[in-house]
Structures are given as C-alpha cells and as structure tokens.
C-alpha cells in the first residue's frame, strides 16, 4: 500500500507532522523547567525560608548522646538495636525520627508519663535543626 490511503491517512499524517514541527521548534519554551525554577525562586525568597544547617560530627556526637541517656536504664535487647540505630543515624532529621522508639522502650520500663516528660526534655537539643513545625510536644 501506498502513501495514497485516503483523506482520513492524509489529515491524520499532517496533523502529525504539525505536532512534530511544534515540539521541534526553537520559538516553544521548556514549560517544565521554567515553572520548577519558578518554583525554586518562590520558595527560596519566602519569609521565614531557612535553609538548614548541615550538622558536624561534634553536633551529632551531642545530640546522640542526649537521646542515650534519655533511655539509658533501658537494657533490653530492642534498646540495644536502638542504640545502633542511634550510633548509624547521619543526621538530626534521623535522630529526631527515632524519638517514638524512644519512648516506647521508656513507656515499656517506667510508665507514659515518665516517657512523655523524657521525650518532650528532647526538644531543645533539636531546635535549630528542624523546621519548627516538625518540632511537637508529646502531651
């Protein structure tokens, strides 16, 4: 069969020749990136916009040892995993992830509230270091 099929092939062919012609041409701005940059510059000059610290080792070192010793009269095998855990983490953002483990392993030993007034002691070690908003209070 030829090129000759009919209108139907005709149309459907210059349509797609027109399609192609607007992807390929000079003149068409890259919508996607002009709208992520934009994007980018929205945020960046935001109020309020921070962008966070990267944590030495001597601030880590700091941080971990406040969340040890929050549950240092846990001896129990998941408190050992945890305190790997603890040692492996790289960042605050980790570190402050791990708090509900924390207080479940001190909720285990003592009770809630002693785990609760443990938890909510945490706090200050991370501020500064996350977004503020990220930062609760257990009550």
């Known amino acids: 069969m030829g090129h000759n099929q009919g209108p139907f092939f005709a149309r459907l062919r210059s349509t797609h020749e027109s399609q192609r012609d607007k992807r390929d041409s000079p003149d068409r701005p890259e919508t996607p990136l002009i709208t992520t940059i934009a994007?980018?510059?929205?945020?960046?000059?935001?109020?309020?916009?921070?962008?966070?610290?990267?944590a030495s080792l001597k601030d880590l070192a700091a941080i971990r040892k406040d969340l040890l010793l929050a549950f240092e009269d846990c001896t129990s095998l998941p408190a050992q995993r945890l305190r790997l855990k603890i040692e492996n983490?790289?960042?605050?953002?980790?570190?402050?992830?791990?708090?509900?483990d924390i207080?479940?392993?001190?909720s285990?030993?003592?009770?809630?509230?002693?785990?609760?007034?443990?938890?909510?002691?945490?706090v200050k070690v991370f501020e500064g270091w996350l977004d503020p908003k990220q930062i609760t209070y257990i009550k």
């Open 103 to 106: 207080y479940l392993l001190i």
């Open 89 to 100: 983490a790289k960042t605050p953002r980790e570190l402050w992830m791990l708090r509900n």
């Open 39 to 54: 994007r980018i510059i929205r945020v960046s000059l935001k109020p309020g916009f921070r962008k966070s610290r990267t």
């Open 108 to 122: 285990q030993r003592h009770d809630q509230g002693i785990a609760a007034e443990r938890i909510n002691g945490l």
